[in-house]
């Protein structure tokens, strides 16, 4: 029995042994590619810099409509807000935070020369130093952010890429679309589309990074539905200025008509029929301006709801593209904890197997030869 003792606590340790080990196995780690933090900092500072422009735009902007009396100078200045908030956003709204950072980074510098040596020079008049004044601080403030996220020893390349660029592709005026710099990019660090951008992060990075695009583009919504409305307004010849105009004519006219009826009675009916025609003009004016506010609230809310397509659609597809590469990670490690289990199983059975033959030959060897031991010395003492 005391010979028993060990083999069993030798297969107590095997067996705990082969648990700990299969444990081991089943601790399955699902596979992600997570952004590091300096990028995921990158993305969020290159978010928060479109409110930033957008706001530091829109006040130049204002400043030079409030200064100036030329309508053609208003017009540029609401042009200029309309193009350069939407150019911004497209270059700083993409799924690579580098991408993102460079292009929007190349459209700073490029509206900086744009209004300063090159076809915008002229748009805003005499005021045209405000204008370039608040794009050269977008500039310094962009380019401070690509020292702070861009690697150290990348930084010097993307100075030298967004300065060629911008001076090799310039903006023509405010309402041609602007094109993406991030081919060129890729050209420029010699690297291929399917390897320029290596993960989308993690899936709650991309949620994160989804919801953070929609609340910007849910915050700049009002603002264009505004601009637009009244861009469409001017270039009609139909503003708030001359509404008000027309209104406190119209009021005149009818003081007009009450003095008539005093003093001529019988021109009354006459007076009548010219407010009611006046009155008619008016009212198809504000009809006019009614239906393109309503159709301006309509297109933006189309344009949202396309932003919001795509994002959800590219969220969609990474969801897919996580799923996918979880599934075919989790089937490698099934085909890996089978193989090591088998593996483990043999070398259990290899060591069971010659424990029993061990085992055997000390409950069968040692007492038949302790017997025939016993029966030499019988044998020789007899």
Known sequence: ???????????????????????????????????????????????????????????????????????????????????????????????????????????????????????????????????????????????????????????????????????????????????????????????????????VGTLSQVVSDFGSRVSLLGEQLPSHTAWRTGLFLRESGIDGRSLQAELAGFNARIERVAVIAEQAPDLVDAALLRVNEELAVLIEAIDAQREVVMKGLQGERLGLMEAIAGERAALVEAVAVERAATLEELERYSDEVVADAWSQIRSLMSIAIFGLIALTIVLFGVPFGLGMLVGRVTKRTS
């Open 1 to 199: 029995m005391r010979t028993a003792i060990p083999g069993l606590h030798t297969a107590a340790v095997l067996l705990a042994t082969l648990s700990l080990a299969g444990c081991q196995l089943l601790t399955i780690k699902l596979p992600d590619d997570p952004l590091s933090e300096l990028e995921i900092n990158a993305r969020l500072a290159t978010h928060r810099f479109v409110g930033h422009f957008s706001k530091t735009v829109s006040e130049a902007a204002d400043e030079i409509t409030a200064t100036s009396k030329a309508p053609s100078i208003a017009l540029n200045a609401l042009r200029w807000k309309i193009a350069a908030t939407a150019a911004v956003s497209t270059a700083a709204f993409q799924t690579s935070p580098r991408d993102a950072l460079v292009d929007t980074w190349v459209y700073c510098v490029q509206m900086e020369n744009f209004l300063g040596r090159g076809a915008g020079a002229s748009l805003f008049g005499p005021l045209q130093s405000r204008a370039t004044t608040a794009s050269a601080a977008l500039v310094a403030d962009i380019a401070e952010l690509g020292a702070i996220f861009a690697p150290a020893d990348e930084l010097p390349r993307y100075q030298e890429f967004v300065r060629s660029y911008a001076d090799e592709v310039q903006l023509r005026d405010l309402a041609t679309p602007r094109e993406s710099a991030v081919p060129a990019l890729y050209a420029f660090l010699g690297i291929g589309v399917d390897e320029a951008v290596t993960t």
